[in-house]
Structures are given as structure tokens and as C-alpha cells.
């Protein structure tokens, strides 16, 4: 399952910018999608997630900000990030974990490339 991601650039403090995510391939369904970020320097962090089941995880310093959410089409992933502040500059990564085919457990767990967001104050 290949993930792509797109919607990051520059923004001034403030600003929003919206994040998506697509997969591709073999899909029966996803259980869960997240987005994590890595900045310079800094360990990759989970920034947001959502689960099939309904549970939703914001990292603290963005709570009120920024919103997970499904796409329209079909195996999206959306993060909607507003009132961006410097610190928020890092490189975005999208994770999704679903199903190829029915069964019990996932069985793919895929990562896109990675998307700048940089936010000057």
C-alpha cells in the first residue's frame, strides 16, 4: 500500500494549512490513521490520531488547532491545521493501518514521504 501525502508549505504564524493523505493499492479498509511529525533535531512525534473504534488522540500542544478527519474519497486521511505557530515547523508524515483483505488483524501499516510545513513567526 503506497501513502501519498501533499498540502504542506510556508505559512506565517496564524496561518492554516491543510494536510491530506491518500492510499493506494489493495484495500479493504483502514483501522486506523494518524499523523506524526518530525522536527530538526527533534524525535518523530504523534501529533494526531484516529482509530476505527472511534478514539480520537491529540498531542497536547495542538489541541484546539489542529483536526484529524476522513477524506471524501475513500482511504484519505485529513489534518486541518489552524493558528499555526513557529514550533509547529517540522516535516508532517501520515501513517495508515488497515486491512487488504477482511481478517481479524491489519495487515499493512504505511508510511508517506513526508510534507515541509514551516510557520515564521
Known amino acids: 500500500v503506497r501513502v501519498v501525502e501533499s498540502g504542506g508549505g510556508s505559512v506565517q504564524a496564524g496561518g492554516s494549512l491543510s494536510l491530506s493523505c491518500e492510499a493506494s493499492?489493495?484495500?479493504?479498509?483502514?483501522?486506523?490513521m494518524a499523523w506524526y511529525r518530525q522536527a530538526p533535531g527533534k524525535e518523530r512525534e504523534l501529533v494526531a490520531q484516529?482509530?476505527?473504534?472511534?478514539?480520537?488522540y491529540y498531542l497536547d500542544s495542538v489541541k484546539g488547532r489542529f483536526t484529524i478527519s476522513r477524506g471524501d474519497a475513500k482511504n484519505t486521511a485529513l489534518l486541518q491545521m489552524n493558528n499555526l505557530k513557529p514550533e509547529d515547523t517540522a516535516v508532517y508524515y501520515c501513517?495508515?493501518?488497515?486491512?487488504?483483505?477482511?481478517?481479524?488483524?491489519?495487515?499493512?501499516?504505511?508510511w508517506g514521504q513526508g510534507t515541509q510545513v514551516t510557520v515564521s513567526s
Open positions: 484516529n482509530t476505527r473504534g472511534g478514539t480520537t
Open positions: 493499492g489493495t484495500i479493504f479498509g483502514l483501522d486506523a
Open positions: 501513517n495508515l493501518l488497515g486491512y487488504s483483505r477482511p481478517g481479524d488483524q491489519p495487515d499493512f501499516d504505511s
